[in-house]
C-alpha cells in the first residue's frame, strides 16, 4: 500500500516555463512534507519542505504548496533551467504522536528541462 | 558542520556472497539512521531504521540485516546475496523532526 504517490514517472518543459511536479498522500496522520531532487549515482538532495500547518513555502525558484483536504503538494519550479533535470522525490512524514519521523518516499518524477 | 559518509560507491557481487555496507556520520549525536533501497522504478523503499545503537527496526522481510554498533555507524549486511538485492544503496541520518540528509549511495550489482 502505497502511502505517497507520485502518478507521473516522468515531465518533459521549456526552459523558462514553469515546472509542476505532484504528490498525492493517504496518511492523514503525515504532517510534515518534503521535495527531494536526486542526481543519478547520487544521494537525494533536500531541497525544500512544508509543515501542515501551512499551505505554502517558498525558497527562491522554489515554492511548495500543501492542500490537507485533498491530500495533495505539489512543488513548482519558475523558471525551470536545464540544471533542474533530475528526479523529485515527494516525502512525508509524521512528526508528533511518538513516531519517530521516518520519511516515506514516493517513486519519483523525472523533470527533463529542455533548453 | 554534519557529514555523512558512505562506502563502497560501487560494488559487484556474485550471488551466495556475503555483503557490508557502511555508513557514518559526523558532526551530529543520537542521530535517527537510515538504509534506503533504490530499485529500478520503485522509488526510495525504507530498509532498515535505527533509533539507537543496538536499536534496528526492518520495514520490509527481505535478506538483508542491519546493525547499528556505534552510535553514528550504521551497517547494512547480508550472510548470502541474491540477484534481487541488486539497487542502489543509501544510508541517511536525520534528528526528530528535521529532514533527513543523504549519503552519495553504493550501487550493488548482484552476478
Known amino acids: 500500500d502505497q502511502q505517497v504517490k507520485q502518478n507521473s514517472p516522468s515531465l518533459s518543459v521549456q526552459e523558462g516555463r514553469i515546472s509542476i511536479l505532484n504528490c498525492d498522500y493517504t496518511?492523514?496522520?503525515?504532517?510534515?512534507f518534503l521535495w527531494y531532487k536526486k542526481y543519478p549515482a547520487e544521494g537525494p538532495t533536500f531541497l525544500i519542505s512544508?509543515?501542515?500547518?501551512?499551505d505554502k513555502n517558498e525558497d527562491g525558484r522554489f515554492t511548495v504548496f500543501l492542500n490537507k483536504s485533498a491530500k495533495h503538494l505539489s512543488l513548482h519550479i519558475v523558471p525551470s533551467q536545464p540544471g533542474d533535470s533530475a528526479v523529485y522525490f515527494c516525502?512525508?512524514?509524521?512528526?508528533?504522536?511518538?513516531?519517530?519521523?521516518?520519511?516515506?518516499f514516493g517513486k519519483g518524477t523525472k523533470l527533463s528541462v529542455k533548453p | 558542520s554534519q557529514t555523512i559518509h558512505q562506502w563502497p560507491a560501487t560494488l559487484v557481487q556474485p550471488v551466495g556472497s556475503p555483503l557490508s555496507l557502511e555508513c557514518t556520520v559526523e558532526?551530529?549525536?543520537?542521530?535517527?539512521l537510515y538504509w534506503y533501497r533504490q530499485a529500478a522504478g520503485r522509488g526510495l523503499q525504507l530498509l532498515f531504521y535505527?533509533?539507537?545503537?543496538?536499536?534496528i527496526s526492518s520495514e520490509v522481510p527481505q535478506n538483508l540485516s542491519a546493525s547499528r554498533p556505534q552510535d553514528r555507524q550504521f551497517i547494512l549486511s547480508s550472510k548470502k546475496l541474491l540477484l534481487s538485492d541488486s539497487g542502489f544503496y543509501l544510508c541517511?541520518?536525520?534528528?526528530?523532526?528535521?529532514?533527513?540528509?543523504f549519503g552519495q549511495g553504493t550501487r550493488l550489482t548482484v552476478v
Open positions: 558532526g551530529t549525536s543520537n542521530p535517527n
Open positions: 496518511n492523514s496522520m503525515f504532517d510534515y
Open positions: 535505527s533509533v539507537g545503537i543496538g536499536q
Open positions: 541517511a541520518w536525520s534528528v526528530l523532526r528535521s529532514e533527513a540528509f
Open positions: 516525502a512525508a512524514r509524521r512528526v508528533y504522536g511518538g513516531s519517530q519521523g521516518n520519511l516515506i
Open positions: 512544508i509543515s501542515s500547518i501551512k
